[in-house]
């Protein structure tokens, strides 16, 4: 008598896109790194994706070398011959490979995507809308939560509605600054120095100056320019720098919320939490979990993460940082719906502390992802 062997499962495919148009490609670049060399390979299989700042999409390799800062360079994915797409065939996401004057290729079908993009064109709900638009299942927040997550106006317009506590700022648009700008240095004057001159839809600190009088804000502005058109000019804030991890509970469940850690800088080199400070020089900052504070503020600050997470309407993962002022006021700064995620960055860091560890958080983004509903919910 002979008996049947056991039926496989066959992993879960996962394509994780990397790379992209914005300025920080070269974050995205590092945060794949991080999930390549973490997420369990017995439960999924993995196609690795980068996107290149044409746009073009590229089959990557799957080392993790070329991708982390360990060489010392900024990582890029660079354009190829053959450019990979994502296409509803036969019920299925299937991965195409196509090039000039070669028929197309099918790669496959894809079970999820984990797209690990920050900024503008991955992180602002235009790559969420692609993925909507074909059923395809994804890591993260949707279009709507994307967007304002990624528009630092809006964003403080929600946290405002919500009842969350926001500081003083001015938004300023492309027309303002060229047909009056005069009107906005009488405005950004009235802030009070120092303000901090910001791209409305940028992240990693990028284009971000420190302006501590009005002879500076010009120079600010052209920088901030560079990343986008519109700006957010926020008051100077003294205060703890705090922030939360927010994952997204399991079906009707709350979101889970960690331990609140600490961003403190560790010596004078830099004005403020700046890209250098985040990603280039380890020993920049110091970071602490659970942070310093009374327990009633720790429940407080997770309390309030949560309704920053609801208010936008956020999936899967966010990050929520908040000034902590001596009086022990907490002001929401902002929410980031696709925080930095290298094994370094707070977000794994505040988990790891609260329990759940980075292939842990890997593996729960992904069943997250996978149990959602397609189309409207």
Not at 56 to 82: H, N, R, Y
Not at 85 to 91: D, F, I, Q, T, V
Not at 108 to 123: C, I, M, N, T, Y
Not at 140 to 167: I, N, Q
Request: charged share 20%; proline share 5%.
């Amino acid at each position: 008598m002979t008996t049947d062997s056991p039926a496989t499962t066959a992993p879960i495919r996962v394509a994780i896109l990397f790379g992209g148009r914005s300025s920080e490609h070269a974050v995205s670049c590092v945060t794949a790194a991080g999930v390549l060399g973490a997420i369990d390979r017995t439960k999924y299989s993995v196609v690795p994706i980068g996107i290149a700042k044409n746009g073009q999409w590229v089959l990557a390799a799957e080392g993790i070398d070329g991708w982390s800062l360990s060489g010392g360079a900024l990582p890029e994915v660079t354009p190829g011959e053959q450019t990979v797409s994502l296409a509803h065939l036969g019920g299925g996401h299937q991965l195409v490979l196509s090039e000039a004057g070669q028929l197309p290729q099918e790669l496959g079908a894809v079970d999820v995507v984990f797209p690990l993009l920050h900024g503008p064109w991955g992180e602002d709900g235009t790559l969420q809308g692609m993925l909507e638009l074909s059923d395809t299942r994804y890591v993260g927040a949707g279009v709507l939560a994307s967007a304002m997550g990624m528009d630092k106006h809006f964003m403080k317009v929600v946290f405002e509605s919500a009842g969350l506590t926001v500081g003083p700022y001015i938004a300023v648009t492309d027309r303002e600054w060229s047909v009056d700008p005069a009107k906005v240095r009488e405005r950004v004057a009235a802030l009070g120095f120092p303000v901090f001159v910001k791209p409305a839809r940028a992240g990693s600190s990028m284009g971000i100056s420190k302006v501590d009088s009005l002879a500076e804000l010009d120079t600010a502005i052209a920088e901030a320019r560079e990343h986008d058109l519109k700006l957010v000019i926020e008051a100077g804030i003294v205060g703890r720098e705090i922030e939360v991890a927010v994952l997204e509970g399991r079906g009707s469940e709350t979101p889970r919320v960690s331990l609140p850690g600490e961003i403190a800088m560790a010596n004078d080199d830099h004005a403020f939490y700046d890209f250098e400070a985040k990603y280039v020089q380890g020993n920049a900052v110091n970071l602490s979990c659970p942070a310093d504070m009374p327990d009633a503020d720790i429940e407080r600050v997770r309390e309030l993460a949560a309704v920053a997470f609801d208010s936008v309407g956020a999936e899967g993962l966010s990050r929520v940082d908040f000034f902590y002022t001596e009086g022990g006021e907490l002001i929401i700064n902002e929410i980031n719906t696709m925080p930095g995620f290298t094994p370094s960055s707070m977000y794994p860091q505040m988990w790891q502390a609260s329990g759940l560890s980075y292939p842990e958080l890997i593996d729960e983004l992904l069943q997250l992802a996978l149990n959602r509903k397609v189309g409207l919910r």
